[in-house]
């Protein structure tokens, strides 16, 4: 998919409801930890290590368990190295996962005509109007936010689920009837056609003088 190219994603209302409040909660999970993270305390030494504690990012691996596969230790067998390299990227990787977010509500903004409230009130729509489908409208640079913060979003919500792998999820659907499995499925089918979608557009010229790929 070149620059010029648009990938059309066509969702219902009340699924862009649900996924305006799934993303609010998760910038406000991301800020909640920028906000309340130890500072990295000051080196004592100067040369790389005072370099280092510059960029402000924490040592430790996060606490909770959502945020630490969000942002795993890069060194699984280097608890010192895994900091350093904390030290360097964290911060940025924070800023760009929010600033994914939020170019995510931004395109359902748009989308809806309308601001998007965080919560879902079912009872407010009539069905008519929560399946009402209507366009977003991605170019790459959206596309690739998209993907990356429904793929955020999903880990956090397996995080909450306690699924890593394959045999987690089928012991923990066997396990519990938690509505979340559907959210969880929901996102790994919207993300799963979005990628699709960008590898079918880089692999082939677009049909149409206007370059669009459509996903629905």
């Known amino acids: 998919m070149s620059d010029s190219r648009a990938l059309i994603l066509t ?12 993303v609010g909660q998760f910038i406000s999970l991301l800020d909640e930890y ?10 004592s030494s100067a040369g790389a290590g005072a370099i280092a504690g510059a960029f402000g990012g924490a040592e ?5 368990p959502a945020l630490a596969r969000l942002m795993p230790d890069a060194y699984a067998d280097d608890e010192e190295a895994s900091a350093e390299f904390r030290r360097h990227t964290e911060n940025e990787l924070l800023a760009r996962r929010i600033r994914d977010a939020r170019r995510v ?6 989308s809806l005509n309308e601001p998007v409230a965080g919560a879902v009130d079912a009872s407010a729509q009539t069905s008519a109007d929560a399946q009402a489908p209507f366009d977003v409208v991605l170019d790459r640079a959206s596309a690739e936010a998209w993907t990356r913060t429904l793929a955020a979003v999903r880990l956090v919500v397996a995080s909450r689920l306690g699924i890593e792998t394959e045999a987690d999820d089928e012991a923990a659907r066997a396990a519990d009837d938690d509505g979340r499995f559907g959210v969880y499925d929901w996102l790994g089918f919207r993300l799963d056609g979005i990628v699709q979608a960008l590898d079918d557009a880089d692999g082939e010229e677009p049909d149409d003088p206007d370059g669009v790929e459509t996903h629905r």
């Open 105 to 110: 509500l931004g395109g359902l903004d748009m």
């Open 34 to 43: 920028s906000d309340e993270r130890a500072a990295p305390a000051a080196p």
């Open 11 to 22: 969702i219902t209302r009340l699924e862009a409801d649900y996924l305006a409040d799934l």
């Open 60 to 64: 430790d691996t996060p606490e909770d």
